[in-house]
């Protein structure tokens, strides 16, 4: 099992993510702003068929993808320094749904996520602001969380002001966290944000097992990526 994760996360995050498979810490350096520089959610889209991966994705980065024999499809464009270019591969592929907006989705995501049904929304950072769990669908976009219910999925709402995000005023919940089988992996604490013992009951009556990485508030790094090692090879779409 591969684990990519920010490298900036606090050290005991890291640390705990080491007990459950290989760690791969995300870091980047002048090709978007600071704030997200190590989010692996701007670089790379996990889709049903493939981990899609920016061209500019950092070289040494994507050596070691290819090394641990992960299953990746190279994207078309480049990640930009901002926004709207920034968000081009946060869209969220899985659970029978691409959600995003469908105006900035690079195209190797589109053809990664083929039989998905659409959900289209206007937040281009889709993913860091959503994950699934046992058909739960956790946001912090109140965007999001209408048009999935408009979808016929069950939601979950979680205020994003109390999300650490370092230079910005507040993260998201979708870059809290990571998802592997029956494991929920946040990094924060039920403890830290007011919606925090709902969720956990919310993710018990769907045996989904909460996995605390760090005693302390959320924490944005861009999502936490599970990744299983199972053909080693890398594609580029032409």
Known sequence: MLIIADARFPERVLKTLERYGEVLPFASQGIVYEA???HPD???CQTPNALVVAPNTPAETINQIVKSGVMAATGQRQ???SYPASAMY???SGSGLL???KDLTDPVILKNSEGLKKVEVKQGYTRCNLVEAGGLFITSDRGIETALKNA???TFFVDPSLIQLPSQKHGFFGGCAGVHQNQFFLAGS???FPEGPSFKKNLEKRDIELVELYDGPLWDGGSIYFISKAIRS???EE
């Open 152 to 154: 016929g999925k069950e």
């Open 234 to 236: 890398i594609i580029r």
């Open 90 to 92: 946060n869209a969220f």
């Open 190 to 192: 039920v403890k830290h």
């Open 42 to 44: 701007i670089f790379l």
């Open 36 to 38: 997200i520089s190590g």
């Open 99 to 101: 959600v995003h907006n």
């Open 79 to 81: 990640v930009g320094a």
